[in-house]
Antibody, heavy 119, light 113 residues
Framework: EVQLLESGGGLVQPGGSLRLSCSAS????????MSWVRQAPGKSLEWVSG????????YYADSVKGRFTISRDNSKNTLYLQMNSLRAEDTATYYC????????????WGQGTLVTVSS | DIVMTQSPDSLAVSLGERATINCKSS????????????LAWYQQQPGQPPKLLLY???TRESGVPDRFSGSGSGTDFTLTINGLQAEDVAVYYC?????????FGPGTKVDIK
């Protein structure tokens, strides 16, 4: 059974940093593109960042480019999102999701972790 | 960016009746080289993460009941729920994966009348 479990969310002040993790199981982690998708309270879904199976390719939405860094550790089956210079508009539930390719639908989603940026 | 729009914003349907949700993309998401529409539908039940229902516009994900069906091509797509069940109360999102950034529609909320 595929499982994706996010952690690391919480309350942070504007300008602060946070690192999210997503622990994966039930599939060959290194064979899948992994992505972060966020959902602001009461809003739709927004793709944030993606990373190739090897980790060599990383991709970002314009809204987070230069502030967020995606990475993965295939030996630990874990995906990360380092978030710096956080803004109020980054407040959202962050989901990790897997897909067979970069341009593909998301097969599975984690339960999400809430990030709140507020003073 | 490809902008996805959905209609209606919300709808209420009686149990056992049909629900129809429309999705429109600002440019075609049909890739002629493989004859596929790069369009997916997700269901998000209250307090839950999204769940994949359909991909390639009309292919049902494993385990998804056959009352869910998808149609359309190019820029116009439809999700149909035939015989609405209580557990279908949710927000439904379309998503294009034709081009980066992958984008989602604003969602359509389905309730029981």
């Amino acid at each position: 059974e595929v499982q994706l479990l996010e952690s690391g969310g919480g309350l942070v002040q504007p300008g602060g940093s946070l690192r999210l993790s997503c622990s994966a199981s039930g599939f060959t982690f290194s064979s899948y593109v992994m992505s972060w998708v966020r959902q602001a309270p009461g809003k739709s879904l927004e793709w944030v960042s993606g990373i190739s199976g090897s980790g060599a390719g990383t991709y970002y939405a314009d809204s987070v480019k230069g502030r967020f860094t995606i990475s993965r550790d295939n030996s630990k089956n874990t995906l990360y999102l380092q978030m710096n210079s956080l803004r109020a508009e980054d407040t959202a539930t962050y989901y990790c999701a897997n897909s067979g390719e970069l341009y593909n639908h998301y097969d599975y989603w984690g339960q999400g972790t809430l990030v709140t940026v507020s003073s | 960016d490809i902008v996805m729009t959905q209609s209606p914003d919300s709808l209420a349907v009686s149990l056992g009746e049909r629900a129809t949700i429309n999705c429109k993309s600002s440019q075609s998401v049909f890739y002629s080289s493989n004859n596929k529409n790069y369009l997916a539908w997700y269901q998000q039940q209250p307090g839950q993460p999204p769940k994949l229902l359909l991909y390639w516009a009309s292919t049902r994900e494993s385990g998804v009941p056959d009352r869910f069906s998808g149609s359309g091509s190019g820029t116009d797509f439809t999700l149909t729920i035939n015989g609405l069940q209580a557990e279908d109360v949710a927000v439904y999102y379309c998503q294009q994966y034709y081009d980066s950034p992958l984008t989602f529609g604003p969602g359509t909320k389905v309730d029981i009348k």
